[in-house]
T-cell receptor, first 113, second 116 residues
């Protein structure tokens, strides 16, 4: 079974631009969560989607948004990029029947210049 | 508020020896889950082991075991017979039941280096 995939793997953007990151969960998984990882703040929860609905949201500004499609693929969008948004963005999926395990993708490394 | 504390920023261990990575947590919930993840330099988070708050037995997965002491609110990871490939960052995390479990709370991590 294929793992969680994230595209693109690396991205360089300029301050003020917007960016969209994509995550394809493991087949059959309906829950997708997003995390931001930075050296200073560590791993922080962004939001979680289940069956196309945002079920939980972390403490991030409204510039960070996401959505989930009917095939469970998820996208997150960051508008008006700031230098501090440079981070590794990790996506994780969980099977509906066992929410104990979250399987992470390889991440998208975003650099804002 | 929930919190995970990992007090060891970095650790060294000799190959083939056992090592314990510390994790303490703080929560007022009765139902919660505790996880350990490994993050190699490639960046991907690899799930290692899970312990539920109501599980009476310590969780084990191959060379990994979780030393769960509920009264002390600790969930230490024990790696037996360390291998060079175990060199990585290790994160302890917690989730809560009774709602969405998609919001894992992570500690700052411990960087483990295995020496040959």
């Amino acid at each position: 079974k294929a793992g969680v995939t994230q595209t693109p793997r690396y991205l360089i953007k300029t301050r003020g631009q917007q960016v969209t990151l994509s995550c394809s969960p493991i087949s059959g998984h309906r829950s997708v969560s997003w995390y931001q990882q930075t050296p200073g703040q560590g791993l922080q929860f962004l939001f979680e989607y289940f069956s196309e609905t945002q079920r939980n949201k972390g403490n991030f500004p409204g510039r960070f948004s996401g959505r989930q499609f009917s095939n469970s693929r998820s996208e997150m969008n960051v508008s008006t990029l700031e230098l501090g948004d440079s981070a590794l963005y990790l996506c994780a999926s969980s099977p509906e029947t066992d929410l104990n395990e979250q399987y992470f993708g390889p991440g998208t490394r975003l650099t804002v210049t | 508020a929930q919190k995970i504390t990992q007090t060891q920023p970095g650790m060294f261990v000799q190959e083939k020896e056992a090592v314990t990575l510390d994790c303490t947590y703080d929560t007022s919930d009765q139902s919660y889950g505790l996880f350990w993840y490994k993050q190699p330099s490639s960046g991907e988070m690899i799930f290692l082991i899970y312990q539920g708050s109501y599980d009476e037995q310590n969780a084990t997965e191959g060379r990994y075991s979780l030393n769960f002491q509920k009264a002390r609110k600790s969930a230490n990871l024990v790696i037996s017979a360390s291998q060079l490939g175990d060199s990585a960052m290790y994160f302890c995390a917690m989730s809560q039941y009774g709602g969405s479990q998609g919001n894992l709370i992570f500690g700052k991590g411990t960087k483990l280096s295995v020496k040959p």
